[in-house]
């Protein structure tokens, strides 16, 4: 199987999942931004520039949430920009929890567990944009000897 087409896939799954674990968690922290549904207490957020979670659970379901979707369409179409939009969303995932954990910490046990998805979906996207790149090199290279 082509190598372009398991990344891709690999990474528009992995896209999918987290943008619908983000698009929920958002909605619950639109819905109850006191934190209750999630048991997070609004004292997390004392040194943060936020007094409650609503403007952090807009943030996850817009840029995470909605913005791991969309970047799972040209995944699994095998657009030229997969390995560009995975990289980018893989990195806003990043660094959504870089921020969390210096201002509030790392009390949950699933921020390493995102932050290493987070990575994983930067990697994933490097490599798209590397195999897409050696693919294009390859036949450029090809089509230019054969005439």
Do not use: C
Request: zero cysteines; aromatic letters at 6%.
């Amino acid at each position: 199987m082509d190598k372009t087409k398991v990344l891709s896939n690999m990474a528009g799954t992995v896209l999918t999942l987290v943008g619908i674990a983000a698009i929920t968690v958002g909605l619950g922290l639109i819905v109850a931004p006191d934190g209750d549904g999630f048991k997070l207490s609004v004292e997390l957020l004392k040194n943060t520039p936020f007094r409650d979670y609503l403007i952090p659970g807009i943030v996850l379901l817009t840029v995470i949430g909605v913005g791991s979707l969309l970047a799972a369409i040209p995944a699994f179409k095998l657009h030229r920009f997969a390995g560009a939009a995975t990289l980018l969303l893989g990195l806003a995932l990043v660094l959504f929890i870089v921020a969390q954990v210096y201002w509030i910490g790392t009390g949950s046990g699933l921020l390493p567990i995102f932050m290493i998805v987070g990575i994983v979906e930067m990697g994933l996207g490097v490599l798209i944009m590397a195999v897409d790149s050696n693919h294009q090199m390859f036949h450029r290279h090809h089509n230019h000897h054969a005439h």
